[in-house]
């Protein structure tokens, strides 16, 4: 328990991770469970959100579809204690030692405790799309081709429709086979790669989505 006068919040770590294998079909409200339960293993000191039902204070980035790989998630954590970050590799490795198969943390590092919120600071996104087995890379080009041709590409979420065509800021072959898109990613404009692969004609049995890089608002300016 923090001391008297002492706020609670003693430190605020930035952890980028990644999903794999299995992993990618945990969607986003039990990849937050699983997390939880990650972090007191490692026995991180997390601070708790107050009232009836107390959690801890995680903030992810933005959510991954459930079917997509990542190897750029970005989550907050804030602590009532300090971690030392003298040796950052460790506490990666503190984590890694308690995650199951699939969750891969690469960094920690730690933000100012009143730092921006994270969502927010999402900007745009890379993903990387594979064709599988059933569908060559022309046909993957052609669809890409093609749908860069259309001036609007309408498409639904919630009920509500929407233009994905601006929020494509790139879509190109690159030399192994790939379809390399960059999309707008953020809290109000905002591209999903699996809408981007049903825009193509296609379905994640069609294709591998791999987000590479999440881009925040400070790396543009």
């Not at 009836?52 to 907050?76: I, M, Y």
Request: aromatic share 6%.
């Amino acid at each position: 328990m923090a001391a008297m006068g002492q706020a609670l919040t003693q430190q605020r770590l930035r952890i980028r991770f990644g999903k794999f294998g299995a992993m990618r079909y945990v969607g986003h409200l039990d990849l937050a469970t699983t997390w939880e339960r990650v972090l007191r293993r490692a026995e991180f000191p997390l601070e708790y959100t107050r009232g009836f039902n107390p959690r801890p204070r995680l903030q992810f980035a933005t959510a991954l579809p459930v079917g997509l790989t990542s190897e750029c998630e970005l989550l907050d954590v804030w602590l009532t204690a300090r971690l030392p970050l003298d040796a950052p590799d460790a506490l990666a490795e503190r984590l890694n030692a308690t995650s199951p198969a699939g969750l891969r943390t690469y960094q920690v590092s730690e933000v100012p405790i009143k730092a921006p919120a994270l969502p927010p600071q999402v900007f745009s996104a890379e993903y990387v799309l594979t064709p599988g087995d059933t569908l060559s890379a022309e046909e993957l080009v052609a669809r890409a081709e093609a749908l860069l041709r259309q001036e609007r590409i309408e498409r639904e979420r919630r009920g509500r429709r929407y233009d994905l065509r601006p929020l494509i800021l790139d879509l190109r072959p690159d030399d192994e086979g790939n379809l390399i898109a960059w999309l707008r990613t953020g809290e109000h404009e905002h591209a999903r790669a699996d809408e981007l692969v049903e825009a193509l004609g296609l379905s994640l049995a069609d294709v591998r989505v791999h987000r590479r890089r999440l881009v925040l608002s400070e790396e543009t300016s």
